[in-house]
């Protein structure tokens, strides 16, 4: 874990105003952006701040807890981790203020996090996977939770979840006996004891290279939306969402369209057609807001890891057309099988400008991908083997 940095004085401003207001707290947040958070907390602490501030902070403003929030935490081996400090992660979090700077709601970024653990967090959020889903699962979604937490953390791939019974709980178990790093953000404080029955893997993920993180001040108890608040932290903190198991309304959906409006990777596991637990899954892949997946080699491949190859060992084989840029892609498609076309009837089918057309079609012939024939222009039949014999 690397040395924090950052004044006291903002420390104990943002340990302050994480109290004071009930995360996601956009106005707040936009505040600390603008004035920073000491200046912020001391407007705050004196009511002088804004209407849309002050609605989001008067009913608490006068618990200055700031101090005893940090040395309590300490006690149970916590610590708040900060914007100042270097192990904040800044670039994943960043998708909250692009969404909120959209319209978003209920999106806005984090303050600060309470961390408990050895894992630096900005390492453990680089290329991490969520993997979330029901608490009432089956034997059939825990195995495979616990299985892709496994293969994930065998890939040196970060696993975060939200701890929760059920799907959550076995994905962590999977990355811890995988040997890997797994993360989990907590609805309520760290102290909470919540789960009472994954009090003990929270502690083995805190001091086996992973971490418990939360919003919530010590003493904070659970609450239903609080879970669904911090569902936000795990889609923003990962490069991807696995949904594996999920009814119709549930948490894991709520974290998946989460996921989608910051512009992360949403994934979902197929499970049987008949199980009520499995319709979220199935909905999410048949309106487009899923990629299906079924292995671990599917989900690195769904968040753009390189190096990773089929399960069978073998190369995937490339499109000829890998490479070409989305002009060339469209002119490409527009071309015939057999009949040859005109560099006006492309440019009306693919929507490329005629001028365009005609600058692609040679590179493309150059390419083996287009030809000339007596009619126009068509698809070539050759590869690249074939023109070298």
């Not at 984090?110 to 290329?127: F, H, K, S, Y």
């Not at 292995?295 to 490479?323: I, N, Q, Y």
Request: contains cysteine.
């Amino acid at each position: 874990m690397r040395t924090r940095r950052g004044a006291s004085a903002e420390r104990l401003a943002r340990a302050y105003l994480l109290r004071v207001a009930e995360p996601p707290a956009p106005a707040l947040a936009a505040f600390v952006a603008e004035h920073g958070p000491v200046e912020a907390a001391d407007l705050v602490r004196r009511g002088r701040a804004p209407e849309a501030v002050a609605q989001e902070t008067s009913a608490r403003r006068e618990l200055d807890l700031a101090q005893r929030d940090l040395d309590e935490a300490a006690q149970h081996g916590a610590r708040l981790v900060t914007p100042e400090d270097d192990e904040w992660p800044a670039w994943p979090l960043l998708s909250l203020d692009v969404a909120t700077g959209r319209g978003a709601q209920g999106v806005a970024a984090p303050l600060a996090l309470w961390v408990r653990g050895d894992a630096c967090l900005d390492e453990a959020a680089q290329d991490a996977v969520a993997i979330v889903g029901a608490r009432a699962a089956t034997e059939y979604g825990e195995n495979a939770a616990a299985e892709l937490g496994y293969a994930l953390a065998d890939q040196d791939v970060p696993v975060f979840s939200g701890a929760a019974y059920g799907i959550d709980g076995a994905a962590h178990r999977g990355a811890l006996t995988g040997q890997g790093t797994t993360v989990a953000a907590l609805g309520c404080a760290l102290d909470a004891g919540y789960p009472a029955g994954h009090t003990g893997l929270l502690d083995r993920m805190a001091s086996r290279g992973g971490a418990v993180v939360s919003e919530y001040p010590p003493g904070t108890p659970p609450a239903r939306h609080r879970f669904l608040v911090r569902n936000r932290l795990i889609a923003a903190l990962t490069t991807g969402t696995v949904v594996v198991e999920a009814g119709r309304r549930s948490g894991a959906r709520n974290t998946a369209t989460t996921a989608g409006v910051l512009g992360k990777v949403v994934m979902a596991v197929p499970g049987p057609v008949g199980s009520a637990l499995s319709v979220g899954c199935h909905e999410l892949i048949r309106d487009a807001h899923a990629t299906l997946v079924a292995s671990v080699s599917d989900v690195l491949e769904t968040v753009g890891r390189l190096g990773v190859g089929r399960p069978d060992g073998a190369p995937r084989p490339r499109r000829r057309t890998d490479g070409l840029g989305p002009q060339a892609i469209r002119v490409h498609e527009a071309l015939g099988q057999r009949r040859g076309k005109s560099p006006e009837d492309i440019a009306t089918e693919s929507g490329v400008p005629l001028p365009r057309v005609r600058a692609l079609l040679p590179a493309l012939e150059l390419d083996e991908l287009s030809e000339r024939c007596e009619t126009g222009w068509r698809r070539s039949g050759k590869t690249r083997e074939d023109a070298g014999r």
